[in-house]
């Protein structure tokens, strides 16, 4: 019988490394089963597994230079563990119709704009009184004035305080 990549077949395990497991196969011919091949999980120990002697199941996955490539895992359908569904009501993964049963979903309705935070009206009062170019130019340059000149003041005691007592030393 001439193997084949795919094939199923069973072997009896003939060697125990670090790093796999030697199957014996039909025809006197020997493959080899990697560590990460062996089971669905993470294996730390490979003997934890599989003995010398044992009759394994194995899959051909690859054939390279005389070299048989075999996988345990892949040979033996992977248990489905059951899902962790305490409330019993969710639907599987892909069942939309079951979903909410008996309620609808929805159509999207977006959120009304916010216009202020909370009932707060910002600036209620000048938003009512309708202003002139002129007006606005001259509350501007009003407001600026007394900023340069409370800077000014500012600059003036910060000054004073540095000197000292007027003659240069601190």
Do not use: C
Not at 83 to 94: H, I, L, V, Y
């Amino acid at each position: 019988m001439a193997i084949e990549v795919g094939m199923i077949l069973e072997g009896k395990v003939s060697g125990i490394t670090k790093f796999g497991a030697f199957v014996d196969l039909p025809d006197s011919q020997t493959g080899m089963v990697h560590i990460s091949e062996v089971a669905h999980t993470y294996i730390n120990e490979i003997g934890d597994y599989v003995k010398v002697g044992q009759t394994v199941k194995v899959k051909v996955l690859a054939l390279n230079n005389g070299k048989i490539s075999l996988s345990m895992k892949q040979a033996v359908p992977q248990e489905r563990k059951p899902r962790n569904n305490d409330r019993g009501d969710r639907p599987e993964r892909g069942d939309r119709n079951n979903r909410r049963q008996g309620t609808p979903r929805q159509p999207y309705k977006p959120a009304p704009p916010v216009k202020s935070p909370g009932n707060y009206e910002w600036q209620a009062s000048k938003k009512n009184i309708p202003t002139s170019f002129e007006d606005m130019m001259s509350k501007f340059k009003q407001t600026s004035e007394d900023k340069i000149s409370d800077l000014k003041r500012g600059g003036e005691s910060r000054s004073y305080s540095r000197r000292g007592n007027g003659n240069g030393r601190k």
